[in-house]
């Protein structure tokens, strides 16, 4: 089964001789492949903590990755990134601004992004080596009508939603190919759409917020229709997790509909880490053959969770969806960006332990 009952969300904590390699190439003292060569060490050591922990899901711990999605996004024939930039909010804490992304020519692929990344995690694992890319949706929420060139694309539909998912669709056959058949999307577009501020935005931008999940489920079932045979598609909803802070907060009663009934995945991560996240309800629109992994351990703070508050969570989410139809992991990642969450190493394998152990617990070896 595919996600497995304790799964996680993919990125780690980046060991402090890749950070000072990777400061080293900014500066020009390192080449493109020396660093490389420095990733490759990082990564197997992190295949073999995965190993160890008990995971049976694989990734490169987004170790060559600077951001989550702009590395992979800027790499997409036809889009243009800007770095994000660090904001203060009025308690003195720090956010991190949303990177401008936009549209400025016809989206097509361009090259092989993820292929040989995943070529050399397959190479050091013999469990389920898995992707984690981001979600199509990311290429028109941030910017909306505006981040997309009018010039490439008039109107956006069919086109503009069609060519980003001849992309991806492009992408997920050539990591089909090599092996892959475990890929999630990352997304914090629908999540942030749970959010009374960001659909002011949004709305403010010429979008409806209303309307918007059901657009974007139809954008992701575009890139479903192209998913190879055998592969796992699932998605991962977000609120933010730069540096242990949140960027929106919200239950998924807005989007739960379009993201549960319409569209066509495999699986969901949901955040559930704490009350930003609302209650279980939304998970009532779950149909079958779909399965909900339960993001209730917070990748943000170091302090453990207590298992038994766990299994009542899980009960509790079981009132709403068939048990069967339910895994747990982290809520996201330990380090989205490469600066990391504020949190101790090793607390990443308490926490994954602590996921593993609850999982076999109330699900026995399924």
């Known amino acids: 089964m595919l996600p497995s009952r304790a799964d996680h969300v993919g990125s780690f904590l980046r060991p402090k001789y890749l950070l000072e390699a990777r400061d080293r190439k900014a500066k020009g003292e390192m080449s493109a492949a020396d660093l490389r060569k420095v990733e490759d060490r990082a990564i197997a050591e992190i295949v073999k903590f995965q190993e160890d922990v008990g995971l049976q899901a694989i990734t490169d711990g987004e170790f060559r990755r600077t951001y989550f999605h702009i590395d992979f996004l800027e790499q997409v024939g036809g889009v243009k990134t800007d770095l994000p930039v660090m904001i203060k909010r009025p308690d003195g804490s720090l956010e991190l601004a949303p990177p401008l992304i936009k549209v400025i020519d016809k989206v097509r692929h361009a090259k092989d992004i993820q292929l040989a990344d995943f070529q050399y995690l397959k190479s050091r694992t013999t469990r389920t080596p898995k992707v984690t890319i981001p979600s199509p949706t ?9 981040g997309i060139d009018r010039k490439a694309y008039p109107e956006l539909e069919p086109d503009f939603y069609e060519d980003v998912a001849q992309a991806y669709g492009k992408e997920l056959a050539s990591l089909s190919k090599a092996g892959c058949n475990y890929v999630q ?4 577009n629908l999540a942030y759409l749970c959010d009374d501020k960001m659909r002011a935005a949004a709305q403010a ?23 190879p045979a055998g592969m796992t598609l699932a998605v991962h909803l977000c609120r933010g997790n730069f540096q242990s802070t949140w960027a929106a907060q919200g239950g998924y009663e807005p989007v739960a509909e379009a993201l549960l009934s319409e569209m066509n995945v495999d699986a969901y991560f949901l955040e559930y880490d704490d009350a930003r996240s609302g209650d279980f309800k939304p998970l009532r629109f779950l149909p079958k053959g779909k399965i909900v992994v339960l993001g209730l351990v917070t990748t943000k703070l170091g302090e453990l969770e207590k298992k038994d508050d766990l299994k009542r969570r899980i009960d509790e989410a079981a009132k709403y969806a068939p048990l069967d139809q339910l895994a747990i992991s982290p809520q996201c990642g330990f380090s989205s ?15 994954l332990r602590l996921v593993i152990e609850t999982a ?3 699900w026995g070896g399924r």
């Open 138 to 146: 990311m290429l028109h929420f941030r910017g909306g009508r505006a």
């Open 185 to 188: 999307m990352d997304d914090t």
């Open 360 to 362: 076999e617990e109330v």
């Open 205 to 227: 931008r010429g979008d409806d917020p209303n309307e918007l999940p059901y657009r974007y489920a139809k954008f992701v079932n575009r890139v479903a229709a192209k998913k």
């Open 337 to 351: 960006t490469v600066h990391g969450n504020k949190i101790a190493v090793e607390a990443q394998r308490a926490k």
